[in-house]
């Protein structure tokens, strides 16, 4: 043991019995959970019982319409599209999407019924939505409005990373979860011949509940949303999802001066107020003019391209994630959800023409989807199909 100068041992000390350095940290050890104890037992807790941890609240799956647009956003999703064989009807569509609902019942629950245990308590959400070409190769009672989109002005669009007979959707606090559910997915699926076609992960950054999450150009994404439950936006509880994966030159974007940045979004780079008002969710005013007349909200800035003024006031639900695949893909996964999908169609050409974001944004895939009615214990996805 060491002793340090000027402190001499005392002269007595080797007629006392040494205690080891190891019984010492032994009884230390012992008294402090003695001492632990006693305080538990003061403060009317078992020391035998550990605190139990609140579990995260746990999603429902079932419902009239899929949690995947009901419950708030999480952190990490991931996107999954699956193509069915050629020779596939109605009833093996039924069936694949019976075995892919009982695996996001299953985990959404939490109650060990997936018997995986990577997969632990936690809020999921998810979604399963319909191509076109699947509907109309079979027929289904898919809305009139579901189609294709057009080609737009400056799409570079990747086959391989487009389209889809089948979309799926979950989201999760963790990306560990979303892949978990991945390998359960396919697996489920694999019985079917359905294949994967693409899959895609995103996320969102940390914010406090209620705040706007921002982009990767740093500006809030999602200010002027529209009330999930506006019926404005759904067809017998079912929706359609345009999905468009967008890169993003986000060096180029933030290399310039604040201001510039603001006039090409519209919008304030911290507040996330429009620049005809002082809070986030102040509407913009498109027809505002500067004493010169030119427009406060800049002819070509994004706010006003795509606002619902132009549109008689129709709104799209945006729950878009950043993704961040390479150090020079980086960017949007925007996915909007929506009763009539040329409600993009007439937006997205607008941006296309004059969006002073256009230099930093290329469209690299693309994608849409007829998202059906929820499910119930005794109706799994599909089975009204």
């Not at 005392?10 to 003695?34: H, K, M, Q």
């Not at 989109?149 to 487009?162: C, K, T, V």
């Not at 930093?360 to 007829?370: G, P």
């Amino acid at each position: 043991m060491h002793i340090e100068s000027g402190n001499p041992q005392d002269s007595t000390a080797s007629a006392r019995p040494r205690i080891g350095r190891r019984a010492l940290l032994s009884a230390g050890a012992v008294l402090a959970a003695g001492a632990g104890a006693a305080a538990a037992t003061a403060f009317g807790r078992d020391p035998a019982a550990a605190p139990a941890a609140t579990p995260p609240a746990v999603v429902p799956h079932h419902g009239a319409r899929q949690s995947g647009l009901t419950y708030r956003q999480l952190p990490a999703t991931r996107l999954l599209a699956l193509d069915l064989p050629e020779a596939a009807d109605r009833d093996a569509l039924r069936g694949l999407l019976a075995a892919v609902d009982k695996v996001l019942a299953a985990a959404a629950a939490a109650d060990g019924s997936l018997a995986d245990p990577r997969l632990s308590a936690a809020p999921i959400s998810s979604l399963a939505a319909v191509g076109p070409a699947l509907a109309a190769r079979l027929k289904l009672p898919a809305p009139a409005e579901l189609a294709e989109l057009p080609a737009f002005p400056g799409d570079r669009l990747d086959a391989g990373r487009s389209g889809g007979d089948l979309l799926l959707q979950v989201s999760a606090e963790h990306p560990w979860t979303t892949g978990v559910l991945t390998e359960h997915l396919l697996a489920a699926a694999k019985p079917s011949g359905a294949t994967l076609r693409w899959n895609q992960a995103g996320f969102l950054p940390s914010v406090p509940d209620g705040e706007t999450p921002r982009n990767l150009f740093g500006f809030k994404d999602g200010s002027a949303n529209p009330d999930p439950a506006d019926p404005g936006l759904w067809n017998a509880d079912g929706t359609i999802l345009v999905y468009r994966r967008i890169r993003m030159d986000a060096a180029a974007f933030a290399a310039l001066p604040t201001d510039r940045q603001e006039l090409s979004m519209g919008r304030r780079l911290m507040s996330g107020a429009p620049l005809t008002g002082t809070a986030e969710h102040d509407d913009p005013d498109i027809y505002v003019k500067h004493p010169d007349g030119s427009y406060v909200i800049p002819v070509d800035a994004h706010v006003r391209l795509s606002s619902p003024r132009l549109d008689g006031g129709a709104r799209m639900l945006r729950r878009g994630y950043s993704y961040d695949d390479t150090p020079d893909d980086r960017g949007l996964l925007f996915c909007a959800f929506m009763r009539d999908p040329a409600l993009f169609t007439r937006v997205q050409n607008r941006l296309a023409a004059n969006d002073a974001l256009n230099p930093f944004l290329t469209h690299t895939a693309s994608a849409t989807a007829w998202v059906l009615p929820g499910s119930h214990p005794d109706r799994p996805l599909g089975a009204t199909l």
